[in-house]
């Protein structure tokens, strides 16, 4: 909310182009889904959202160069930031194609807008860091949650000086609550964030996802049930289906009735997967040799 309010003031522009199937909060003007009629024009998807809140937000398919473009070319002038997950995490994960965070880079630049990384599920997940250390695109403004509050209620954002600088109280762009830097989340962010640097355990995260990963996948060629299982670092996503999502169009396209009874099958051998083929799965660093085991022991009962 307050990286889109910033982008405004200090753009002076009205427009944000974000992507079907990335979520970035509760927000009004991104509760917005691709409308059906003005192409890249967005509709409210929630009730209470005006049509005026949704009108000055733009939609396109994730991974589609040729839209972004388009929209570019026809709203430029009016754009004040283009934002998006650097990996869409919203919808399971669809990571982005060779070069599409470069393309986005080029196209706000182009038109003179900002470029955003709502790096909320990312942020300090795949690397000390954002993924933008990782992707080597850099953005205006980077948004960040989650893991950064260390299990607390938090939300923090970052970008260029000169930009930031236009917040409140330097500023003109207002932005203040009552919980704004609390310290009781501040604490367990910091805390968190020297526990993370001192372990450094993104490598062996990695490392047990590649073979959970590998695990699910002979078990599937051996029951000869397809799935496609997207993954960066640690984070993943159960698809059935046999080509990996490169879009929500994709996402939506895949066998979700097959999802429930696998999940229930799931739980009652005793592992918990997020309730949704939309949610992602990560690993944590309690994830142990002996947890992926009962990991794939159980989805070998649950599969058939
Ligand atoms: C990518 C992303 N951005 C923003 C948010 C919103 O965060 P919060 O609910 O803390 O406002 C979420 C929450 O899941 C998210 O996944």
Not at 14 to 20: A, G, Q, R, V, W
């Amino acid at each position: 909310m307050t990286a889109l309010r910033l982008a405004r003031g200090a753009t002076g522009r009205t427009k944000i182009l974000k992507f079907s199937g990335c979520y970035h909060g509760h927000t009004d003007s991104m509760l917005v889904q691709a409308g059906s009629g003005v192409a890249g024009i967005a509709a409210a998807s929630s009730a209470g959202v005006t049509a005026d809140c949704a009108h000055d937000t733009l939609v396109a398919p994730y991974n589609d160069f040729e839209a972004v473009s388009q929209l570019v070319a026809k709203h430029g002038a009016d754009l004040a930031a283009i934002v998006t997950e650097p990996i869409a995490a919203n919808m399971g994960i669809v990571s982005p194609e060779p070069k599409f965070l470069l393309h986005l880079r080029e196209a706000a630049d182009a038109c003179g807008a900002l470029l955003i990384f709502d790096e909320v599920i990312t942020g300090f997940r795949l690397t000390f860091g954002g993924y933008s250390n990782l992707c080597r695109v850099k953005p205006d403004l980077t948004c960040l949650g989650k893991i950064i509050g260390g299990g607390m209620p938090i939300g923090a954002l970052g970008g260029r000086g000169e930009i930031m600088d236009q917040l409140a109280p330097d500023g003109p762009v207002y932005q203040a609550g009552t919980l704004s830097g609390n310290p009781i989340s501040v604490a367990c962010g910091i805390k968190t964030l020297e526990v993370l640097r001192e372990l450094n355990p993104y490598e062996s995260l990695e490392t047990r996802a590649t073979q959970l990963i590998t695990g699910i996948e002979a078990i599937h060629r051996d029951a000869g049930v397809p799935i496609c299982l997207p993954r960066e670092g640690h984070m993943f996503s159960i698809f059935f289906c046999e080509t990996p999502p490169r879009n929500f169009d994709d996402v939506m396209a895949t066998d979700k009735e097959m999802f429930p009874p696998f999940f229930g099958k799931m739980l009652e051998a005793g592992i918990y997967l997020p309730p949704s083929p939309f949610e992602t799965s990560f690993l944590s660093i309690a994830h142990d040799d002996a947890a992926i085991e009962r990991i794939l022991d159980a989805w070998e009962q649950s599969i058939v």
